[in-house]
């Protein structure tokens, strides 16, 4: 009974354990993880809003359905990659740093966006042009492997636990930012040029303007420090005598992949569960909807670019708010309640965006977006919490880019086929509906962790006087805690007589 008295006891909290939080250093760390996520964006916001020109430039000789599904194939193709990126940049952050290997994804995101700009057309070199459009994305897509588990991390690991939500949702801002950037270039472009001077030449500017984005992204991160608990668990590491020498790192990344897999496996699969959730509405908005409606349901272009893009506004004007209420009320009911919408409304939205007109599809993006803003706004803070600190970066990376390159990243090439091949138009709503019982059975898993410290990491607060009180009350319960050890050492029948001294 002692030992298991003494194996529960809590270690009073010191002055040393808690993290005051800086705050312009975690405005500069949410803004430069936040643009990164911005530029990754932006380029398949472009894609997808071009998906139908790339199709006539790279792939001329095929009908208009399969010259859809080959440019979503070539999408896709980044996707399948994402894993290896994942697999090198995160156990790589976890050894020598989460803002080096940022730093370095930043540079591989903007220049392999930045080349398709330069791309030769099938008319100009024959097979050879999208030979050349499939290298660029493999190499955008290894990058991004790297890319948003990296950021997630960076941000959890700088933001005050009772904020994580709010500063996290963030990072997803940035994401639709950067869509709606290239979504709305796209619109412009089409407004001006129109569908012949954009497919000529006018698809090259968008990705021109990605050289420019990139290095700006560059610049702020090369600006940054490393994560307070990045540089905690370092020294904790060099103090136990854990420190690895070069020879050793290939040894001790295949013991984090085994550590991963076998004692995190539980956390791996409500990881992917979630992000397969959040990524299949997400790529099912962002990626397949302007085409769905154009070539799928033979809508005008122009409205059905702009429906997206107010969708993606929506988005926008409401994800820090639902980050916010993910702080208060957590992350679970958040989740929750999307999944279960998801389930109920995926339908009735495909209803509507079928209908003629203006309103009626509005109102079915308009559900589409405030489902989507659900997970969007949340997703950022649930997830680095599932895994402890030495290994965060490379778990995350791992079950994250898996479960997008199965499921994410390859819904437009899926739903288009299937659409082609049943010539069901409602099948986008049912791969959203399966995609909400996946989401929902995952988070019933899913521990709540909303103002809580991270795995491996003590309190994150945002003053030193909350420092100091969080402090003060850690001794007062530890104390009344050998308080009622003792008691129940002495007295085993008074086990509650002062519990609520």
Known sequence: MLRTLLRRRKKALSSEDVTVSDRPQVRRAVTAAALG?????????????????????????????????????TFAAAFLVRPLGGLVFGPLGDRIGRQKVLAATMIMMAASTFAVGFLPTYA?????????????????????????????????????DKRRGFLGSWLDFGTFVGYALGSGLVTVLTLI???????????????????PLGLIGLYMRMKLEETPAFKK??????????AYQEDDEEARGRGHLKEIFTRHWHAVLICMGLVLLYNVTNYMVTSYLPTYMTV????????????????????????????HTSDRWGRRPVFLTGSVAMIVLAVPAFLLIREGGVLLPAVGCAVLGLLLVCFAGTAASTLPALFPTRLRYGALSIAFNISVSLFGGTTPLFTSALVEATGNDMVPAYYLMAAGVIGFVSTLFLHETAGKPLRGSGPMV????????????????????????WIRLRHPWARHSHRDD
């Open 462 to 485: 945002e003053t030193p006087g909350e420092a100091e009180r969080l402090v003060a009350h850690s001794r007062t319960a530890a104390g009344r805690q050998a308080r009622d050890i």
């Open 193 to 211: 040029l129109g569908e012949q001077g954009l497919q000529d030449w006018g698809w090259r500017i968008p990705f021109f303007i990605a050289g």
């Open 233 to 242: 668990e370092a020294a904790y590491a060099a103090s136990e005598g854990k």
């Open 296 to 323: 799928t349901l033979g809508q005008n272009d122009t409205t059905s670019q702009l429906l997206v893009l107010a969708t993606m506004l929506l988005v926008v004007l409401t994800i820090t708010a639902v980050g």
């Open 124 to 160: 100009a070199v024959g097979f050879l042009a999208p030979l050349l459009l499939l290298v660029c994305r493999l190499f955008q897509g290894f990058s991004t492997g790297g890319e948003y588990a990296g950021a997630t991390t960076y941000i959890a690991e700088y933001a005050p």
């Open 37 to 73: 996520n911005t530029m990754e964006w932006f380029d398949f916001g472009v894609y997808a809003y071009l998906a139908g020109t790339m199709g006539k430039v790279f792939f001329p000789s095929s009908s208009p359905g399969a010259q859809v599904v080959a440019a979503f194939a």
